[in-house]
């Protein structure tokens, strides 16, 4: 079979040829690209798509004799038991909450910060602002929880007794045992850790803003807030996007490790994510396939939560990630 066009045929069977051809001709050009890369794309490989072997296990009565493939097939018998559970609203609901209010919360934190940082003229104090804003991401989430439980101790506590005695809490209030103080505590230390470190990428898309733009808004007359507004927040606009989306994909995706050092008996209410309830049943009860089943039922609602945000930002903005 052949195409023609304007009196000249091509063979449509040298096509794939073709691109074979010019795909080992981009190899050797770019074979240094390739080879930094390898690492990344194996380790993707290695602890993202091998582990989905693992995914029928929530469809199987997992045994320690049978293994992961041996198990007798019951279906959608344990994502049932899940739905069925007590604690099925509770964990949705306690997971929810945290991750949206992270988001609503945490997500433009970074964006204003990054756009203030670069109103800084002095390069010097620029780069302190930097230095000190970012220093809290390196703290590992057990010194921070072992800070919090230091801070908000409930006799000892300096932050405590300070909001105690501005009368923001009642006097006999345990801040590390109230409900009701968990998820905004969880949520303002989370900022205060990350904001730093998030704000790097913004930095450095306004980076690329043309100077010639803010010399034309200061001759214009535009304060620093109508820079921010009109100069600023459009440029860094697709990358919000794209990092609003990631973020939209992980909403039940709450961590594990700092929810369960913060978590204590009497903040169970409100502590109890969809991570550690697994953690709790499908590990330390040895229910495999019933963890299993909950961890798949997490990462599908995160897909369609994904697919929901790309497909509005790609009608809204025209921006997406696919």
């Not at 930095?203 to 535009?222: F, N, P």
Request: glycine share 6%.
């Amino acid at each position: 079979m052949s195409a023609t066009s304007k009196g000249m045929t091509v063979p449509k069977k040298n096509a794939p040829a073709g691109m074979k051809q010019g795909f080992q001709k981009y190899l050797q050009h770019n074979w240094q690209l390739w080879i930094m890369l390898f690492p990344a794309m194996l380790y993707i490989l290695i602890f993202c798509y091998v582990p989905m072997y693992g995914i029928q296990l929530a469809f199987r009565e997992y045994s320690f004799t049978a293994g992961i493939t041996g198990g007798k097939f019951v279906g959608m018998k344990y994502f049932r038991q899940y739905f069925e559970s007590p604690m099925f609203w509770t964990t949705l609901k306690n997971t929810f909450v945290i991750s949206a209010t992270s988001i609503l919360v945490g997500f433009p934190a970074p964006i204003i910060l990054a756009m203030v940082i670069n109103q800084i003229r002095s390069p010097k104090w620029k780069r302190t602002v930097q230095t000190t804003v970012y220093i809290p991401y390196f703290i590992s989430v057990v010194v921070l929880v072992s800070m919090l439980n230091i801070m908000f101790a409930n006799d000892s506590g300096v932050i405590a007794n300070f909001l105690k005695s501005l009368l923001i809490v009642s006097r006999d209030t345990n801040i590390l045992g109230k409900e009701s103080c968990f998820v905004p505590l969880y949520v303002l230390s989370g900022v205060w850790q990350t904001m730093g470190w998030n704000s790097i990428i913004f930095i450095a898309a306004l980076s690329s803003v043309d100077t010639q733009l803010y010399d034309a808004c200061r001759i214009d007359g535009a304060n620093r807030w109508q820079t921010m507004i009109h100069i600023d927040f459009p440029a860094i606009l697709p990358t919000i996007m794209i990092l609003l989306i990631m973020n939209m994909g992980n909403i039940l995706n709450v961590g594990f490790d700092k929810v369960f050092l913060m978590q204590n008996s009497l903040n169970l209410g409100a502590s109890q994510v969809i991570s550690t309830y697994v953690y709790t049943v499908g590990i330390k009860s040895s229910q495999f396939s019933f963890g299993a089943a909950v961890g798949l039922f997490n990462t599908v609602i995160n897909f369609v939560f994904l697919l929901v945000t790309n497909f509005i930002s790609k009608r809204t903005t025209g921006t997406g990630l696919m």
